[in-house]
């Protein structure tokens, strides 16, 4: 029957148009269905498919009469089906083709565009009232979240969250043999735990900068309700940050549990970070209303990420945005509305082309990397915006925008720290950025990213963690 318009043949399920199995594509999404969708489609019964179908018949026939077996089958049935048709089946097959092309790009047009909207929907704060309520889609069911869902522990003396952070937290635990690793069993070594996470590493960061003054730093991010969430909640607040905890029913903390080879380079890894795709509700207004700047990373969904930047906008809180990764960047600037809400961004050379839709590249002058951030620029915030393109020991590109002139700077490292741990460099120029914008720079953005460039310098140097304690007494004498 694959020629024929009109097989005989009763199918367990129909659909009218593309829009319906769109439809149908996002219910199991939705329900976490793991099965997949196969779209059968009829050739168009102008495309002589009776008549290819008849002599496949025949050809088949023919087959079995003359002892045809095996890989001879196949070959046997197309030739004489090319006889017998005069050539009709191969265009019956174009037909086909072309018929098949035609509806799945129907089919993916509709699942886009039901995107856009799922996310208009499921994101949706109305700017215009102080209803924290929001609902979002998660994978098994629609929850409606409010602030009632969350938990808040604050270190001694918190006043008011200045610094409110979006984002992600993580928990790591690595581990290093001391010897050659061995398939099917153990081998003596070091195993250690240390928090992670781009938007908890921010606000650590954040916190022991700011020991001069009250502590005024608020990370909003789910931990699950496990010994683990309950550990990083602990050391997090002993650092000096307060951290709200929306509700997540049956998610563990995320964890990340790397297994590293003899020589300190990674092996193997596993990561179970399944609470990070689950649906979170955004810093509330009433938080927002006494900040002075929200941060986010990318790892949250990018509705519940929508979400939180319209009420910062509400709030009158310019929005800083750490890229986190290649994937997160792109996905985050998939988002006109997005973009056009951030004021600052902190993204390295690769996330930067990213964010402009192309490979990451080598780049040997920073001037190269003019080009793509006044692009990245061009859909920020119109009153001004500011990109921070960080380039490892090659230091930084500071790229501004003031109405419409650009200036680019670029702002070499200074030094050459001990290398120890550089998984929290990029967080914690994040953090010095913001630090000396809110609380030591008049808006002089090239010596915030200075003074940044010079507390990363100082996690670099910290061999046991994301975030280098020394911070605190360095913030102090900085």
């Known amino acids: ?33 793991e099965c997949g969708m196969l779209v059968a489609v009829p050739p168009p019964a102008t495309a002589g498919g ?4 008849a002599a496949i018949v025949r050809a088949l026939r023919e087959t079995e009469e003359r002892g045809v077996v095996g890989k001879d089958v196949t070959p ?27 509806v799945a790009a129907e089919i993916a047009a509709a699942i886009g565009e039901m995107a856009r909207d799922r996310v208009h929907r499921v994101a949706g704060v109305p700017v215009q009232t102080d209803d924290d309520t929001t609902t979002l889609t998660d994978d098994d069911a629609t929850t409606t979240l409010t602030d009632a869902d969350t938990t808040t522990t604050l270190p001694p003396n918190f006043t008011a969250a200045e610094v409110v952070v979006f984002g992600a937290s993580v928990l790591d635990r690595t581990a290093r043999p001391s010897a050659p690793l061995l398939p099917r069993t153990s081998v003596p070594g070091t195993c250690w735990e240390s928090d992670g996470g781009v938007g908890r590493n921010v606000a650590e960061a954040l916190a022991r900068l700011n020991q001069n003054s009250s502590p005024n730093v608020l990370l909003h991010t789910a931990v699950g309700d496990d010994p683990a969430g309950e550990g990083a909640v602990a050391r997090l607040v002993a650092a000096g940050a307060g951290i709200t905890r929306p509700s997540v029913p049956q998610a563990g903390t995320a ?27 955004p810093p509330t207004h009433e938080v927002l209303r006494r900040a002075k700047m929200l941060v986010v990373d990318a790892n949250p969904r990018l509705e519940c990420l929508l979400a939180a ?14 890229p986190t990764s290649v994937p997160k960047a792109r996905q985050m600037a998939s988002s006109d509305e997005a973009m056009s809400r951030l004021t600052y961004a902190t993204p390295n050379a ?4 990213a964010m402009v839709g192309e490979d990451p590249r080598p780049v040997a002058d920073p001037a190269a990397l003019r080009e793509p951030a006044e692009r990245v620029l061009a859909r920020m915030r119109s009153e001004e915006a500011h990109l921070v393109v960080t380039m490892g020991e090659a230091g930084a590109l500071l790229v501004s925008r003031r109405g419409g002139e650009v200036r680019a700077e670029h702002l070499p490292a200074e030094g050459n720290p001990a290398r120890g741990d ?6 914690t120029l994040c953090a010095g950025f913001v630090h000396y914008l809110l609380y030591r720079g008049d808006n002089d953005l090239a010596a915030a990213v200075r003074f940044s460039m010079r507390a990363a310098a100082v996690s670099v140097e910290w061999s046991e963690g994301a975030i280098s304690p020394h911070l605190s007494e360095w913030g102090r004498s900085a």
């Open 309 to 322: 930047l319209r009420r910062a906008q509400d709030c009158g809180v310019d929005v800083l945005l750490e």
């Open 1 to 33: 029957a694959f020629f024929s318009a009109r097989s005989g043949v009763a199918s367990p399920a129909a659909v009218v148009s593309a829009e319906e199995v769109a439809e149908r594509f996002w219910n199991a999404r939705d329900l976490n269905l």
């Open 255 to 281: 964890t990340c549990l790397a297994l590293l080879d003899a020589e300190g380079d990674l092996y193997a890894a596993v990561a179970d970070v399944k609470i990070l795709n689950k649906p979170l509700p």
């Open 350 to 353: 690769d996330e930067l082309w």
């Open 76 to 102: 046997h049935v197309l030739k004489r089906v090319a006889e017998l048709t005069q050539g009709k089946s191969l265009e019956a097959n174009v037909e086909l083709v072309k018929r098949n092309a035609e």
């Open 422 to 427: 550089c998984t929290g460099a990029g967080d």
């Open 50 to 53: 009776d008549e290819v179908e």
